[in-house]
C-alpha cells in the first residue's frame, strides 16, 4: 500500500520539477548558477561569422573611392567589434546580435568603399522608387538606431540595469538619439577641421534638412526594436551557453 501510494506523489514531484525547470529556462533574466550565461569555449557560428567580417572589410578597403572617406566610415565596426572580442569570455551576446552588427558593419563598410551618395544599391533605390537622391546613407541611419537599441537593450536586462517596461523604452530610444546626434557633431567637427576633405564623409548631397532627418531616422530604428515582438529577442538571450 505504501509504496501504491507513493508512486503518485513521486509522479506528481517529479511533474512540478520539471515544470519549475522549464520555466525556470524561460525566465528573464537566466540564471547564472545554471551556466547558461557562460560560454563554453569559442563558438565556430562566431569564429565564421568573425572570418566573413574581416574578409568584407579587407575587400572594402581595395580600391576605395576615398581611402580618408573609408577610415571614418569602417572606424566605428571596427571598434564595435574590438569591444566585441575583449568581452566575449566574460560578457557574450546573443547570435541575433552578433548577426546584426556584422550587417550593420557591411552597411558601413559599403559607405565607405563607394561613399554613400555613390553606392550603386541607392542609386538603383532612386531609379526605382524615384527619389530625388542617394538615400543608401539613411539605411545605415536606421541600423544606427536599430542595431544599437537591440544591444542596449540587451545589456540592460541581462545586466539589471533597468527592469523591463516604460522607462527601459524610453531610456533605449533617448540614448539611441544621443548617440545619433553626437555622430551628427563628429561629422560637423570633421568638415570644419578638413573643409571639401570631408565633402565624402558628410554626404549630405545638397539636402538642407539631412541632419534632423538621419536622427529621425535612427530614432525611427530604436522604435521598431520594442515594435517587433522583443520576446524573440529574450528567448534568445535565455538560450545562451
Known amino acids: 500500500m505504501f509504496r501504491a501510494c507513493s508512486m503518485p506523489a513521486t509522479f506528481r514531484t517529479g511533474r512540478?520539477?520539471?515544470?519549475?525547470?522549464?520555466?525556470?529556462?524561460?525566465?528573464?533574466?537566466?540564471?547564472?548558477?545554471?551556466?547558461?550565461?557562460?560560454?563554453?569555449?569559442?563558438?565556430?557560428?562566431?569564429?565564421?561569422?568573425?572570418?566573413?567580417?574581416?574578409?568584407?572589410?579587407?575587400v572594402s578597403a581595395l580600391d576605395a573611392y576615398d581611402p580618408f572617406?573609408?577610415?571614418?566610415?569602417?572606424?566605428?565596426?571596427?571598434?564595435?567589434?574590438?569591444?566585441?572580442?575583449?568581452?566575449?569570455r566574460r560578457f557574450p551576446l546573443t547570435n541575433l546580435i552578433y548577426v546584426l552588427i556584422f550587417v550593420h558593419s557591411l552597411i558601413l563598410m559599403g559607405g565607405g568603399h563607394?561613399?554613400?551618395?555613390?553606392?550603386?544599391?541607392?542609386?538603383?533605390?532612386?531609379?526605382?522608387?524615384?527619389?530625388?537622391?542617394?538615400?543608401?546613407?539613411?539605411?545605415g541611419h536606421f541600423a544606427q538606431g536599430f542595431v544599437p537599441a537591440l544591444v542596449a537593450r540587451e545589456v540592460f536586462l541581462r545586466k539589471k540595469i533597468v527592469k523591463p517596461g516604460p522607462w527601459l523604452v524610453a531610456i533605449v530610444i533617448f540614448g539611441c538619439l544621443g548617440v545619433s546626434a553626437v555622430y551628427e557633431l563628429i561629422e560637423w567637427v570633421t568638415a570644419v577641421t578638413m573643409g571639401s576633405a570631408a565633402d565624402a564623409f558628410l554626404g549630405n548631397q545638397g539636402d538642407?534638412?539631412?541632419?534632423?532627418?538621419?536622427?529621425?531616422?535612427?530614432?525611427?530604428?530604436?522604435?521598431?526594436?520594442?515594435l517587433l515582438r522583443p520576446r524573440t529577442h529574450d528567448r534568445s538571450s535565455a538560450r545562451l551557453h
Open 114 to 139: 563607394y561613399t554613400y551618395a555613390r553606392v550603386p544599391l541607392g542609386f538603383w533605390m532612386e531609379r526605382t522608387f524615384h527619389f530625388t537622391r542617394n538615400h543608401y546613407d539613411r539605411i
Open 208 to 226: 538642407p534638412w539631412d541632419i534632423p532627418e538621419a536622427m529621425c531616422i535612427a530614432g525611427l530604428g530604436a522604435i521598431c526594436v520594442f
Open 69 to 88: 572617406t573609408w577610415v571614418l566610415e569602417v572606424f566605428p565596426a571596427i571598434i564595435a567589434v574590438a569591444v566585441l572580442a575583449v568581452s566575449y
Open 16 to 58: 512540478i520539477a520539471k515544470r519549475s525547470q522549464l520555466l525556470a529556462q524561460d525566465a528573464w533574466p537566466p540564471s547564472k548558477r545554471s551556466g547558461i550565461l557562460k560560454p563554453k569555449g569559442t563558438d565556430t557560428f562566431h569564429i565564421a561569422l568573425l572570418a566573413l567580417w574581416v574578409i568584407a572589410l579587407v
